[in-house]
């Protein structure tokens, strides 16, 4: 998840094991929700609607971290198959600098590109200019690619702290963390990452996984299946929180 495309040693999935596990309680209590937002903007708001209007529809969004990787592009095959929109948060160093095809086609078909970092550090352990380093390589590494640089970006672990918000906001992204996570960095078991989804899946929710294990894009098309057949509707991320849009610095969490 740090360097490589898949990474393996129990040691490590141990390691990620324990951080995300504590990031689920998050490193803020100041998050806003995305239906808390869309639920009080004004008639004068401007974020786009997506498939639905998710003030009436039951949405819930699917986001990829720590990508692109070299099964992203059949990621997206079955993303477009099964018609929906997805939100990717690229590492910059080792991914988007390596598959920028993939970055531009991800763009093209209407998912929402964010930022993961350069090089995947612990925001919270440095000090301002090497977060700002770390966020605006990458926006950078994504705009000379697709023209546009990313307005959403998520903290490595889900790790951030009012430093972490206020350079976010300075580089204008909004800060995004989940509410449903598989943990598939510690299984290649496919039926049980897409479990561990529909079991914590929820209206107005925001779905983590990586793209770029070994289980996880074989899970996507169940997830996507089942959870349609629960009545749920796919959206990007800044469409779930639509007509509101994203806030630069803030936090969101469902």
């Known amino acids: 998840m740090f360097l490589k495309t898949k990474p393996t040693g129990a040691g490590l999935a141990a390691a990620l094991v324990t951080a995300l596990t504590l990031t689920l309680t ?8 995305p239906a808390d937002v869309r639920a009080d903007a004004g ?14 529809a039951k949405c819930i969004a699917l986001t990829f971290d720590a990508g692109p990787g070299e099964d992203t592009p059949h990621l997206l095959d079955v993303l477009k198959e099964k018609k929906v929109h997805a939100t990717f948060f690229l ?19 209407g998912h929402e590109v964010g930022n993961h ?12 200019a090497e977060i700002r380093t770390e966020l605006e390589r990458t926006q950078n590494a994504i705009a000379r690619i697709t023209g546009k640089k990313p307005r959403l970006m998520r903290p490595p672990q889900g790790r951030t702290d009012d430093t972490v918000s206020e350079v976010s906001k300075e580089l204008g992204l ?13 299984t290649t078991d496919s039926k049980l990452i897409e479990k561990r989804i529909l079991d914590q899946a929820g209206k107005d929710g925001i779905i983590l996984l990586h793209d770029i294990y070994e289980g996880t894009v ?21 469409q779930l929180m639509a007509p509101a849009e994203p806030v630069p610095g803030t936090i969101y969490r469902p």
């Open 26 to 33: 998050g490193c803020s209590s100041d998050t806003t929700a």
């Open 43 to 56: 008639s004068d708001a401007k974020g786009a609607f997506g498939p639905v209007d998710c003030r009436k």
């Open 91 to 109: 590492l910059g160093k080792n991914h988007v600098k390596k598959y920028p095809e993939t970055v531009r086609r991800l763009a093209a078909e």
């Open 117 to 128: 970092t350069w090089t995947h550090k612990i925001l919270t352990d440095h000090e301002p």
């Open 174 to 186: 909004a800060q995004v963390l989940w509410s449903a996570t598989a943990k598939d960095y510690s």
């Open 218 to 238: 074989p899970a996507v098309p169940g997830i996507i299946d089942a959870l349609k057949k629960q009545g749920y509707t796919f959206v990007t991320v800044p």
